[in-house]
């Protein structure tokens, strides 16, 4: 019998994890990586993380992926939720000169902003903070990211869950002893019944300054200013 992906590379079996074309970015741990079809994070696609608040360790879950971008290429957050914490991401050997930090005056900007950066395919994450958004405006974000090869993680409130979703890949992270406990929602291939467990290697999960002190000055952009 000729299987699923022979027919069509969008196709798969639903009692097995779709195979993709490329490669996943590795996503630092290996039980995850295990449950994700390629093997990692899918670069050119909407990847959707549904958080109770921000702040619980989301960056810290997608450091090891980060950490493996060209260092040419900037990492873009928009509208994120508190400023960016430079200390921290040095910690988490990241290059904060990478940092792109998009504050956009209206939420409709931080949709046009997100748009835009996939669109131009300069940067290599956009990590993109949406409290409220209509499906209309997240198929359009998913619409660019397939067209460029560009990690694009939404962080969504948990409360999104029972929305209507064009991303491929859904996770719903809460804290955990030491880490985050990660309920895959969606993916390319059959339910996953069980919450994963993930460990960091450290206790600090901030990934924003919720009290703004002395610290390097970061790459801080309007939305016009992205083309």
Request: aromatic residues 4%; proline residues 11%.
């Amino acid at each position: 019998m000729l299987a699923p992906e022979h027919i069509h590379p969008s196709l798969w079996r639903a009692t097995q994890l779709a195979r993709s074309a490329t490669r996943g970015v590795a996503t630092g741990y290996a039980a995850l990586s295990a449950q994700l079809p390629g093997g990692g994070w899918p670069a050119g696609a909407l990847i959707e993380l549904l958080l109770p608040h921000a702040g619980i360790g989301e960056i810290r879950l997608l450091q090891p992926a980060l950490a493996q971008l060209d260092r040419d290429h900037p990492i873009a957050l928009v509208q994120p939720p508190h400023m960016p914490h430079v200390a921290c991401w040095q910690g988490w050997r990241l290059n904060p000169s990478q940092l792109l930090w998009v504050a956009p005056e209206r939420p409709m900007d931080a949709l046009w902003a997100a748009e835009q950066i996939l669109k131009h395919g300069s940067c290599g994450a956009l990590l993109c903070w949406l409290p409220r958004v209509r499906v209309e405006s997240l198929r359009r974000l998913h619409l660019a990211a397939q067209a460029a090869e560009t990690l694009c993680f939404v962080m969504r409130p948990a409360t999104a869950a029972q929305q209507a979703s064009p991303a491929p890949l859904r996770l719903a992270l809460s804290p955990a002893p030491g880490g985050l406990s990660v309920q895959i929602l969606k993916r390319r291939g059959p339910a996953v019944a069980q919450p994963l467990l993930l460990v960091f290697e450290s206790s600090d999960h901030a990934s924003v300054d919720r009290h703004p002190s002395t610290q390097p000055a970061l790459r801080r952009d309007a939305p016009s200013l992205v083309s």
